[in-house]
């Protein structure tokens, strides 16, 4: 009679991953191959680590379920569960190598929405969104110091209690917007003072956090999507020097030193850019100087 030893499971399990791996050989598709072959590998290579229980392989799936479920043309469970396990910041990473002083990228988040209105130079981007006002102002140039006039500038942000436009019911069109570099490469606009605000925690993803221990909260940021044809599309943050959440950590690793800016408050008095009206309001200015990275050349 033959005793099982450990070999003899370890030959069973690895057997098994060859069978799976030769399945995909008639694949025609050379990177599609190369991406299922791995991914087969390494979740193979996982539960095998953990020695995955049944039940918890059905937990896993009853999981993704949920996700799918609450997910909708406003929210996106994926997207969230992608960032707060770090994928979306690693594919950034990986997708966006440094390039001399090229600005930083950072994960594009599940609010981003087509088609926001276009403003000028000066103009506000709140459209009613609750906030104290800021002043974004700085220039978009290429590695070389040369400015890139007509970059398109795509900017959106939370409002003051941490919502996007898009998690209100009433379709409302506020906090963000797109504008273009003048010919010198500046721009400049107002928006609001980024606060920080947690994803949205009542779902799957966000009992996945408390089972963990981990805090839903995003430092306070303000999105940018920049680009231009011959460069790179740029997809980053600024975020709020001084903010304490900075310190306790973002729930999606988003951070870079690169990209905490100074919003400083302003003295009552202070000169008031694009002569806006503040109706009294107390408010901040900050400068981010955009360095877009060239596209390598095609072949």
């Known amino acids: 009679m033959h005793e099982t ?6 030959a069973a399990e ?3 991953v060859e069978r799976v791996l030769q399945s995909f050989a008639r694949t025609e598709d050379p990177r599609l ?5 791995s991914l087969v590998r390494h979740l193979h290579s996982f539960i095998r680590e953990v020695r995955l229980t049944e039940e918890e392989w059905s ?3 009853d999981f993704l379920t949920a996700c799918g479920h609450i997910t909708d043309d406003r929210r996106h469970e994926f997207i969230l569960l992608s960032d707060v396990l770090g994928a979306s910041m690693q594919t950034v990473t990986v997708n966006n190598e440094l390039d001399g002083d090229a600005t930083e990228a ?3 988040g599940p609010f981003f929405v087509d088609d926001a209105p276009s403003i000028p130079f000066g103009g506000d981007i709140a459209g009613g969104a609750a906030g104290e006002p800021c002043w974004v102002e700085g220039t978009v140039t290429g590695t070389d110091g040369a400015p890139v006039p007509g970059a398109r500038i795509e900017v959106w942000e939370a409002d003051e209690d941490g919502f996007y436009d898009v998690q209100y019911d009433d379709e409302r069109t506020a906090a963000r917007a797109r504008l273009a570099a003048r010919e010198d490469g500046s721009y400049g606009f107002w928006g609001l003072t980024p606060t920080p605000y947690p994803i949205p925690a009542d779902g799957p993803v966000g009992r996945m956090l408390a089972a963990t221990g981990r805090s839903p909260m995003r430092a306070a940021h303000l999105h940018f999507m920049v680009s231009a044809p011959g460069y790179r599309t740029l997809v980053t943050h600024i975020f709020v020097e001084g903010d304490e959440q900075l310190v306790v950590g973002d729930s999606v690793f988003g951070v870079k030193d690169s990209l905490i800016k100074r ?3 302003q003295p009552e008095g202070a000169p008031v850019p694009a002569a806006h009206d503040l109706g009294g309001r107390p408010w901040s200015r900050a400068r981010f100087d955009v360095v877009l990275a060239r596209t390598a050349p095609t072949a």
């Open 14 to 16: 690895e057997a098994l």
């Open 33 to 37: 191959k190369t991406v299922l072959e």
């Open 106 to 108: 950072t994960v594009f």
């Open 59 to 61: 937990a896993a799936i």
């Open 263 to 265: 919003f400083e408050p």
């Open 5 to 10: 030893t450990t070999t003899d499971q370890a």
